[in-house]
């Protein structure tokens, strides 16, 4: 299912032209890697590394994304026909990994790839006993959460269909475009406070983890009208405003963030590149109440869906020169303009490895452009996954799992 017409040897399309967004990532990381990873933690007893090699080697083929590798100097994805699985999937020990942090930080600082190879990576991570975690690992320049998704399924899965909804393409409104422009306009503008997270990066980061029940996110989404990332963005903003007052003494302003959209649309599931765009909200963090926070993170939220900015920033990038474009999306997502990303990503039905089921899946990316941070919300079956990566001048930013747990409590009690 990929939109790409055959070559003339019947075969995928010998290179295809990088998209605005892929370039973008290129520029953010200044030319080099930003790894982006698919974890997904299992109990029970690990496979063996030669089984691992055997499923990917027999999957690998048939996903046209596993074949393409990064020709950074003239901006293309070139085919790749020959895959050597071995030089692939690799195999790690982490015994004193209890809480999926030493993996992450493995899997944000370990080098990606550059001797010409697709850039992709499994690796079969043992913790301690009774634990193992599969991940599947690829450049932001070359694959977005979403096609990982689909690629990481396809690759590991026993069933390997299934994954996020794709996205039916609509027109724009003009409220939409209106207000993508505003967004436009101000990545140009001035810089915007954000105390919490403004400052010097060091380059080097951390991982913390936080899982709930969906249920639980469902419910609260239910009681207040809201949806299931209405009620994540909305407990991450009063976990964000316990921090930094416990740290400073004094409440935050509202925190700008971008949110990822995927505009992945249905036939593109393994398509390689980014099929993404991102918008500004502020998140309600000077708010005392987690309930008019989300009452806040709602109104917010459905004005970007009612007003299709999805289809705006993506019909505004299609418009613009590759190059421009590119630039433009560098300063939307710049630690001057926001704190960073924040997104969610519904994996979808629990993935399931030679029989056994994961626990929890978890997708993360590392920081660039002088953002310290990046926030995911992954949900797989019945369990959501907060993932905090943040630089290591935030110092106590690994609170901010358990805060947001916190938070949600206090939005359950009324």
């Avoid at 996110?217 to 903003?237: E, F, M, P």
């Avoid at 007052?245 to 249905?266: D, N, Q």
């Avoid at 626990?359 to 920081?367: E, M, Q």
């Avoid at 630089?391 to 747990?405: F, I, K, M, Q, S």
Wanted: net charge positive; with cysteine; glycine share 10%.
């Amino acid at each position: 299912m990929l939109r790409l017409g055959l070559g003339k040897d019947g075969r995928l399309p010998p290179s295809v032209t990088m998209g605005t967004v892929d370039v973008a990532f290129h520029l953010a990381a200044r030319g080099g890697p930003l790894p982006v990873v698919f974890a997904f933690a299992f109990d029970g007893g690990p496979p063996t590394l030669d089984s691992v090699r055997a499923r990917v080697a027999e999957r690998a083929h048939g996903i046209p994304a596993l074949h393409y590798r990064i020709a950074r100097e003239s901006r293309r994805f070139r085919r790749v026909d020959r895959i050597a699985v071995d030089r692939h999937v690799h195999e790690a020990w982490l015994p004193e990994d209890t809480d999926g942090s030493a993996t992450g930080r493995l899997m944000l600082s370990r080098p990606v790839g550059a001797d010409g190879r697709p850039p992709w990576e499994v690796w079969l991570v043992h913790g301690p006993a009774g634990r193992h975690t599969l991940c599947y690992r690829t450049d932001h320049a070359f694959q977005d959460g979403v096609g990982a998704a689909y690629t990481a399924r396809a690759l590991l899965g026993d069933d390997p269909t299934g994954g996020p909804a794709p996205r039916p393409r609509r027109l724009p409104t003009a409220a939409g475009i209106a207000a993508t422009l505003g967004d436009v306009a101000g990545a140009f503008g001035a810089s915007t406070a954000k105390p919490a997270f403004d400052g010097v990066c060091t380059g080097r980061v951390d991982v913390c983890h936080a899982d709930t029940p969906l249920a639980r996110l469902r419910a609260l989404g239910h009681a207040h009208g809201a949806t299931v990332t209405d009620v994540y963005l909305a407990a991450l903003s009063h976990a964000v405003r316990t921090w930094h007052l416990k740290e400073t003494g004094a409440v935050h302003p509202p925190l700008p963030v971008a949110i990822p959209m995927s505009v992945r649309a249905p036939g593109e599931e393994q398509a390689p590149g980014n099929r993404m765009i991102t918008a500004r909200i502020l998140l309600p963090c000077d708010e005392e109440s987690p309930q008019r926070a989300l009452a806040r993170v709602k109104e917010a939220m459905n004005g970007l869906r009612a007003a299709r900015r999805r289809d705006s920033m993506r019909v505004l990038l299609a418009a613009t020169p590759r190059s421009a474009g590119a630039r433009i999306g560098v300063r939307l997502v710049h630690g001057r303009r926001v704190a960073g990303p924040v997104s969610s990503v519904d994996f979808g039905p629990a993935l399931v490895h030679q029989g056994l089921t994961a626990r929890r899946a978890a997708v993360y990316t590392s920081v660039a452009s002088g953002i310290r941070s990046v926030v995911t919300l992954t949900s797989q079956h019945d369990t959501a996954c907060l993932t905090v990566v943040h630089d290591e001048a935030l110092r106590t930013a690994d609170e901010l799992p358990d805060l947001w747990l916190a938070a949600l409590l206090e939005l359950e009690r009324g």
